[in-house]
């Protein structure tokens, strides 16, 4: 199995890239209600608004941060978790544990982390998402896209140079790794159309350009997961409710909903 078919696989079935969607789609819709080219709003500022509120919405579906659980106050953590929010992203938010997905920055750049892999932010411009140019990203993004990969080798310049010269150049590489296996989620979207774009991949340094990437995932190509609100064929929850007619439950992990449903908890 390849590194793409496994990341993806493992990542997909936890429900990170739906909760990776989630985010993006709430943050698109928002910033664009948000934007006004007759209040002075250039791309710009779009783009800032979009970044600042897709990472919190990350951070709200992976329970990171502010928006993480504090057991004995489950009205609060709600009231929270779902303040300025739309009555959409509330229905279609996917109900994910709380301690799925970590905070892992890098040198000061939003990273999310689940187990051993981590992922980081990176926009562009919509259509040149293959031509993404890390060469002209911050240094930790280029450090991300150095990163060596399991993926099968490509041809390239380095066919013809000795086993010494190949050592050397594996050497640099370790010197490069990570402490987390980092990948990129890249986004864009046309302020015009509206339309947007949402990849999960390994990015490739592409000094000189050419491809930025040894693989990548669309994750708006997978259908959106079900919402953390009750619909008619699921049971009716028994948690806190603070939406009328639209029960809701905190997240909790599996162990403790386990230890609550053997005890007679809700």
């Given at each position: 199995m390849s590194e793409h078919q496994d990341v993806i696989g493992e990542l997909g079935g936890v429900?990170?890239?739906?909760?990776?969607?989630?985010a993006y789609l709430s943050a698109t819709a928002r910033a664009l209600e948000t934007y006004s080219e007759a209040d002075g709003?250039?791309?710009?500022?779009?783009?800032?608004?979009?970044?600042?509120?897709?990472r919190d919405r990350l951070?709200?579906?992976?329970?990171?941060?502010?928006?993480?659980?504090?057991?004995?106050?489950?009205?609060?953590?709600l009231d929270l978790l779902y303040d300025q929010l739309s009555?959409?992203?509330?229905?279609?938010?996917?109900?994910?544990?709380?301690?799925?997905?970590?905070?892992?920055?890098?040198?000061?750049?939003?990273?999310?982390?689940?187990?051993e892999r981590r992922f980081l932010l990176a926009s562009c411009d919509f259509g040149n998402l293959d031509r993404l140019p890390w060469p002209r990203?911050?240094?930790?993004?280029?450090?991300?896209?150095?990163?060596?990969?399991?993926?099968?080798?490509?041809?390239?310049?380095?066919?013809?140079?000795d086993t010494e010269e190949l050592a050397g150049l594996?050497?640099?590489?370790?010197?490069?790794?990570?402490?987390l296996a980092t990948y990129v989620v890249a986004h864009s979207l046309d302020p015009l159309s509206g339309q947007i774009e949402l990849v999960f991949g390994r990015a490739r340094l592409n000094t000189g350009g050419g491809q930025a990437w040894h693989w990548r995932h669309d994750i708006l190509s997978a259908p959106p997961a079900d919402g953390?609100?009750?619909?008619?064929?699921?049971?009716?929850?028994?948690?806190?409710?603070?939406?009328?007619?639209?029960?809701?439950r905190l997240r909790r992990p599996a162990e403790e909903r386990q230890d609550n449903r053997a005890s007679g908890e809700g």
């Open positions: 429900g990170l890239l739906a909760g990776v969607r989630w709003h250039d791309t710009a500022l779009l783009g800032s608004i979009r970044y600042t509120l897709f951070d709200r579906v992976f329970a990171c941060e502010r928006y993480a659980v504090r057991s004995g106050n489950d009205d609060a953590d009555e959409r992203d509330v229905d279609t938010m996917p109900m994910l544990d709380a301690g799925l997905v970590q905070r892992a920055n890098l040198n000061g750049s939003p990273g999310w982390a689940h187990g990203k911050s240094p930790t993004k280029q450090r991300v896209a150095r990163q060596p990969t399991s993926e099968p080798p490509q041809p390239s310049l380095f066919e013809d140079l594996a050497m640099l590489a370790t010197g490069l790794e990570l402490d953390g609100r009750r619909t008619d064929d699921t049971p009716l929850p028994t948690g806190p409710n603070i939406v009328p007619d639209a029960p809701v």
